[in-house]
């Protein structure tokens, strides 16, 4: 059972037992009678759970960061805070949209369902939108027919011992505000073309050569939208333990 279902089934638990007792139990008890346990914490935990399901389902997210598909813009252990309502609010584990708030942008960093795995979220740059027409070939990014320009990215990023020295770090104009990429020169890209369906999303890793993408499983339905992911909020190295204080507190570009 997912989070979220687990939530909405405490909320409806919770908020039974504390409406039985207000409208059908407390009206029977005597001044002598006791509250019962499970009444008290029912009547303290629904609000609580209660705020926590709506801030998590309409507001922000929080999502951790599994592995470095998304290098070098965010690292295995960065604890990310996701907006709910950038591409329309929906309803907890139904996911049924209820308002149209915006559609993803070329270059948002994007958190969805996993088309082949709906129950697994995925996070990835968005590249192509609907009716585009998206190639990559020879390391480099097509779009509409349009090469993607590249250059030596003039930022240093901390990546010892995340990747091999020999891959470069890129700067890419995907649009007027560029972002950094990671290539492989040793390492074989995947390769091809396609054009986007209606409705769908064409996505990629900003570690391009060691990413999980559209160019193995396609496009993502805009029904797998769950938002937008724009702040680092914790940072946490597994190896060698204690918090990343210089990632704390970025946006994500």
């Known amino acids: 059972m997912s989070f979220p279902a687990i939530m909405v089934l405490l909320v409806v638990i919770t908020g039974v037992i504390w409406l039985l007792d207000r409208y059908w139990l407390a009206p029977k008890r005597t001044g002598a009678d006791s509250e019962p346990t ?18 998590r389902s309409f507001i922000a997210e929080p999502f951790r960061i ?8 965010l690292h295995v252990g960065d604890f990310i805070l996701v907006n709910k309502f950038s591409y329309g609010i929906r309803l907890p584990v139904l996911n049924t949209k209820i308002l149209d708030t915006g559609t993803p942008e070329r270059g948002d960093v994007m958190v969805f369902r996993y088309p082949e795995q709906p129950e697994v979220d995925y996070i ?23 090469e993607i320009r590249q250059q030596d ?9 995340m990747v091999a020295p020999r891959v470069a770090l890129k700067q890419e104009f995907l649009t007027a505000d560029s972002h950094d990429i990671l290539l ?30 559209s160019r193995v499983w396609g496009t ?12 680092i ?21």
């Open 38 to 55: 499970i009444v008290e914490y029912a009547r303290s935990f629904f609000p609580i759970i209660l705020l926590v399901l709506v801030i």
């Open 66 to 73: 599994p592995s470095s598909s998304m290098l070098p813009t």
């Open 124 to 146: 990835k740059r968005v590249i192509g939108l609907p009716g585009d027409t998206v190639s990559y070939f020879n390391k480099t990014l097509y779009i509409n027919g349009e």
């Open 153 to 161: 990215s003039e930022k240093s990023a901390d990546l010892a011992g």
């Open 184 to 213: 492989d020169p040793q390492r074989r890209s995947l390769e091809g073309e396609i054009t986007i369906p209606e409705g769908e999303f064409f996505v990629m890793g900003d570690n391009r050569d060691n990413s999980n993408d």
């Open 220 to 231: 993502v339905p805009e029904a797998n939208l769950v938002g937008k992911a724009f702040f």
């Open 233 to 253: 909020w914790m940072s946490w190295n597994w190896e060698d333990g204690g918090i990343v204080w210089s990632r704390v507190g970025q946006t994500i570009k």
